[in-house]
Every structure is written in C-alpha cells, then in structure tokens.
C-alpha cells in the first residue's frame, strides 16, 4: 500500500476571507460575518484553518445571493464555530489522485473529498508498485480542475529532489508540517536562494557546461543569432568557444573593438517583404543610409535613385536587370551599405542576448551550423520533484535547515556560528576544491600585483 498526500494548506493561501461577527451552532444554515464582498452564489467556502478538528468545507446556496452580512450555505454545517472564526473562499474542494508511467497521467485512481481537519488530505493506494503519481484538485461545483501536480514517484522522491530535502531540514527543526512562517513557500525561496549563493562562489560548474549547442545555420547576409535562453548573463565570459562550421574558435571583441570593426558600416533591416522586380524597399531605418547608391541584402546588390526619409522607403530600384531584386524578400532581412565584409567569419561579438559574427557568411561560408560551448544559467527550482544537480547537493540540506531554525528561534535572525551553516560552508568548500579538479576545463587565474588586476 502507498500512500499519497496532497497539501490542503495550499487550498487557503492568498484566498479571500471574511471572519464570523456571532458564533454559529452546529447544524447552522447561514454564517454572519462582518463583510460579505466577494462572496456569491455557488461558491466552496472553507471554515477554519486545514489541520483544526472543527475545520470544514461547506458551499453556498445554489440560488439564495448573500445579503447583509449573512451567507445562506446550501448544506448544514458540521462543528459549531465561535465569533471571529475566519471564512475563506477557496476554489476546489475534491482531489483527484491518478497514476502514470513517465511524467503523463494515464489512470485516474479516485476523486475524494478534501479533509480538512488534516494538513495534508491522504490517499492509500493498492494497486501499484512502481510509476508515478499526480494529483490534481476539482471544484465539484463546476466540474474545473487545477493543473497536474509534479509527477510523485512512488518509490517516494529521490535524495537529491526537493521534497527529500524539505522533509529532511523539517525533521531537523522537529517540525512534523509547515508552519505559518515556514510554508513551502520559504523553503522553496530557500533552496533557490542557497542555489544563488552558491553559483556567487564558482560560476562555471560542470553540470552546467553546454557543448556543440547550435545557435543557426550561415545563409546570405546574416550574421545575428539569438543566444541559447539558459546562456549566464548571456555574457561572453560564459562562452568557452563560438565555431562557424568545423573552423576554428571565432575571436571575441568588446564593444569598443567592435564598434571600430564597424566604422563605415550602415546596418538596417526591411520591414515588409518585397517580390522580383519591385521597385521599391521600406527599410526599418534609412537615416544613415545614403541619399542613393547600392545596398546588399542575401547577397543581392540593389541600386536605388531616392530615400524618403520619413517613410524610409528607398525608391528608383530597377525592374529587371543589373541593380534589381532577383530574389524575394521577406520582413526583418538585413541591408548593408558601405565597408562591410564578406568572408570567412572569424570574430564575434554579444549584444542584448545576439552573438553578432565577423565578417558576413557569404558564398563557400554558407549553410554551416554556428555553435557554441557555453556556461549554463543555474536553473531555480519550483517544485518538491526537481532535482538538485549541483555537486554535493546534500549541502542544501543544511542550507535550508538553518534558515528554517532561524525562523522559528532567532526572530528571522540567521546565525553564521550555527553547525548546519558551518557544514553548509564547509561542504561548499569542498566542492569548489573538488569542481576544479574535475571539470574537464583549465581555470585561468589572473595575477594581482600591487592590488591591481591585469
């Protein structure tokens, strides 16, 4: 038998509530509350904190609106309740437990009510011993469902997942469940916190190395390509080496190096597409541009007699012949004028998350795959099923044990002389020392003299 646990705390959080102003008897029809804004008609309420024995669900009248300050329910409650007894509105009241193989749910096992006297609302299963489950909440008014929770492995989660590593510092602090200043909220803000401290003291760590990621492929006139989502800072000191094909590591230039790579160089793009023979272009912007001449766009050499400044629009360009459009053009294709480069790209530069190459891929140079081998963002976490894949990731653990233990004792106060910090830092140490050992990759060191940096 397996038993599966949803968190009825998450039912109450951030929800609308209201507090009884005259205490009710058991087996009451209505609630009078200080204030009924927000309330209505077919709704799921739920009195009293999860985990309290009188705690209940109960759902208002299918017809009678609240009015005043009474709110006609459409059941009989179950506990007497005294005045001040917080209400809350809340959007499901059953759960449905199902299971799957993988990270898709594939079998619905049951649909129960929620327990509200408990923390956590308990299903035993007896049917399956190994795959996954999810869970997911109904509102058994509407028929809605919430989304699928994380896949729970039924062999439990695995010692480097976030739900092992909460459950471990709360067994630390000799909490059995979450309190009000230690939610699953803080633990998880924790844990990404710890993360962030971490990835401060070493940036390049081997779990986060990315080789051979493809960023495009070379066509005519191109030479921007956006960076992968994950880069670090989508800064260049996370690019261990940038290729055009099977050629060597492109040169990395700075702002400024870049900026004299491109004196003399007009760069725009159109903004509307444009067929063979047609004999004007809308550029996205031509005020750089000269007042006639020849730009280059996919290879193709137009001509052109006029620039409208205002609308951007390069006119005079010929029908057919030398100086025409002999291919389409579609919006967001780059037009070049002036000292720019065709060739064999050997330089790059990062602008606003584009890797920008040097000189323009043009014929031989075409169709290559621009890759890069670079650093990793640190990923956060947002559920107990991710897992932590830093090196040591059991010094989380201690991380999160500290934190919770200055919530509860110090008044927020965290204490660096703690033993759990202490075997945090200790740990940490260790696996920098460690890191550099076994990355695969040289670590260069810059020599200080006099306090400078060179």
């Not at 408990?118 to 035993?124: A, G, I, L, R």
């Not at 800072?233 to 040169?251: C, W």
């Not at 559920?383 to 932590?388: F, K, M, Q």
């Amino acid at each position: 038998m397996r038993p599966i646990y949803a968190n009825n705390i998450e039912l109450i959080k951030n929800k609308k509530a209201t507090y009884l102003s005259d205490e009710i008897s058991a087996a009451s029809l209505t609630l009078t509350v200080d204030s009924i804004i927000g309330f209505a008609v077919n709704q799921i309420l739920m009195i009293v904190e999860p985990g309290n024995e009188t705690a209940e669900i109960v759902k208002t009248h299918t017809a009678t609106s609240p009015s005043g300050n009474t709110i006609t329910l459409a059941a009989a409650t179950k506990f007497s309740h005294p005045q001040g007894t917080k209400i809350y509105i809340i959007n499901w009241d059953q759960i449905e437990f199902s299971w799957g193989i993988g990270i898709v749910s594939t079998v619905v096992l049951d649909t129960i009510d929620i327990q509200p006297d408990q923390v956590e609302t308990q299903y035993s299963d007896t049917v399956y011993s190994s795959g996954n489950y999810f869970i997911r909440f109904k509102n058994s008014i509407s028929g809605a469902y919430s989304n699928y929770s994380d896949s729970i492995p039924w062999e439990g989660y695995g010692e480097n997942t976030v739900g092992s590593i909460i459950n471990y510092a709360l067994k630390r602090n000799k909490l059995q469940d979450f309190t009000d200043n230690v939610d699953h909220d803080f633990c998880i803000q924790e844990i990404n916190a710890c993360l962030k401290f971490i990835r401060g003291k070493l940036k390049k760590w081997h779990s986060l190395q990315s080789f051979d990621y493809s960023l495009g492929t070379t066509s005519l006139g191109l030479n921007k390509f956006a960076l992968a989502d994950d880069m670090w800072q989508y800064s260049n000191k996370s690019i261990l080496a940038l290729r055009v094909g099977s050629g060597l590591p492109l040169t990395y230039k700075d702002k400024r190096e870049w900026a004299l790579e491109m004196e003399g160089v007009n760069h725009t793009t159109i903004s509307a597409g444009a067929s063979v023979g047609a004999v004007t272009l809308t550029l996205t912007d031509s005020n750089n541009f000269d007042d006639s001449g020849t730009v280059m766009i996919k290879g193709q050499e137009i001509t052109y007699t006029a620039v409208d400044r205002s609308t951007h629009v390069i006119s005079g360009i010929p029908a057919s012949g030398t100086g025409s459009i002999t291919a389409t053009l579609t919006a967001a294709d780059d037009v070049w004028q002036g000292a720019y480069e065709l060739g064999n790209p050997d330089r790059f530069t990062i602008v606003e998350g584009y890797v920008l190459i040097w000189p323009i891929p043009y014929s031989t140079y075409l169709y290559k795959n621009v890759t890069a081998d670079y650093w990793k963002e640190a990923p956060s976490i947002d559920s107990d099923a991710d897992e932590i894949d830093i090196m040591r990731f059991d010094m989380v653990k201690y991380w999160l044990t500290w934190a919770i233990r200055g919530q509860l004792k110090n008044d927020g106060m965290r204490d660096v002389t703690d033993g759990d910090y202490i075997m945090f830092t200790d740990i940490l140490k260790d696996a920098i020392t460690l890191e550099l050992r076994v990355s695969g990759q040289k670590h260069r060191t810059q020599p200080r003299l006099n306090h400078i940096v060179f």
